[in-house]
């Protein structure tokens, strides 16, 4: 819903609590019981219908409808339900951190990023079978960014996933534990002729939707098994701060190599905000992917931003 819906709702209130006032001095006790009861009517609407705009600003709903020829209208094998759920989660988790924290291919799941990525399951319905997700926020959570960032890279990797070079491109800026989640994910979905439509409506009521056959996912395999290096470093670099983007969480900076684009944490970025067009050191995480067939990607991550006085000492 956008800013403009919402502050017409909120004109429509206050003109009816002004039409109530005036009302409240009509001298005909007739017309005027019926006006008030009206206008009474049409402000408890209003409200009710502000008080759900506003609720669901502060929602992220994920439905997941899983269809296929084992799949019957309202039932699923409790495995094949799991096996899905689970390897969604794990995939989501993988983003969060490859967008949020440095890339890493194993570990566990830090705090941080179940708290951004753990959804509510809050109904399930036929047709095939649909589970529905919802994560929420209360007024003071900034985690809402991080997650459609999260979200956003997920729906990507699966629009793109019947073209190598654009899937390569995407997901190897992910690092190699989003490339495996991504390759079970779709292993568990061909093992069990599942077919999935993934529907995504943010805070803003946007909606999107993408959809993953079972018979086209061996292909995608493929694709992903392609993928033979992934290798990362740290390194340091001086330079300008030219641009952050605290929404896609991206950065971009200026140093005697060129110019270097990537990603970065919504902290991060919030805190180096005052650095724009300013010299600063840079710590940076390179990740270098390549292909049996001879494709590379190059994709970089800010950790951090050095103190200059202190790096000079």
């Given amino acids: 819903m956008s800013l403009i819906a919402i502050n017409t709702i909120k004109k429509k209130i206050a003109d009816t609590k002004s039409a109530i006032d005036e009302a409240r001095t009509i001298e005909n006790i007739d017309i005027k019981e019926f006006s008030l009861h009206e206008l009474n009517r049409r402000l408890a609407n209003l409200e009710l219908e502000y008080r759900n705009i506003m609720d669901a600003q502060q929602r992220e709903r994920i439905t997941i409808r899983m269809f296929g020829e084992k799949i019957a209208s309202g039932k699923i094998m409790l495995r094949a339900l799991a096996s899905v759920l689970d390897s969604f989660q794990k995939l989501a988790d993988s983003i969060a951190m490859a967008t949020i924290c440095v890339p890493n291919e194993m570990g566990r799941v830090p705090d941080k990023i179940k708290s951004i990525t753990d959804f509510n399951v809050v109904s399930t319905a036929p047709g095939s079978?649909?589970?529905?997700?919802?994560?929420?926020?209360d007024q003071l959570n900034l985690h809402s960014t991080?997650?459609?960032?999260?979200?956003?890279?997920?729906?990507?990797?699966?629009?793109?996933?019947?073209?190598?070079?654009?899937?390569?491109?995407?997901?190897?800026?992910l690092g190699k534990r989003t490339i495996t989640s991504y390759r079970e994910w779709l292993h568990q979905l061909n093992n069990n002729e599942i077919n999935l439509e993934l529907t995504w409506v943010d805070t803003s009521a946007s909606k999107r939707v993408s959809r993953l056959r079972s018979e086209l996912t061996k292909?995608?395999?493929?694709?992903?098994?392609?993928?033979?290096?992934?290798?990362?470093?740290?390194?340091?670099?001086?330079?300008?701060?030219?641009?952050?983007?605290?929404?896609?969480?991206?950065?971009?900076?200026?140093?005697?190599?060129?110019?270097?684009?990537?990603?970065?944490?919504?902290?991060?970025?919030?805190n180096i905000s005052d650095k724009l067009s300013q010299p600063i050191k840079a710590v940076l995480t390179k990740s270098t992917s390549q292909t049996k067939t001879g494709l590379e990607q190059i994709s970089w991550y800010l950790t951090k931003v050095l103190d200059t006085a202190n790096s000079q000492a």
């Fill in 146 to 173: 991080e997650l459609d960032q999260t979200m956003k890279g997920l729906f990507d990797i699966i629009d793109q996933s019947q073209n190598y070079e654009k899937l390569f491109s995407l997901i190897s800026h």
């Fill in 219 to 270: 292909t995608t395999i493929e694709m992903l098994e392609q993928i033979e290096t992934v290798e990362e470093s740290e390194l340091i670099f001086s330079g300008t701060l030219t641009g952050i983007n605290t929404r896609s969480l991206t950065f971009e900076l200026y140093s005697d190599d060129g110019i270097i684009k990537g990603k970065s944490s919504f902290a991060t970025l919030v």
């Fill in 129 to 137: 079978f649909s589970v529905c997700l919802e994560k929420y926020y």
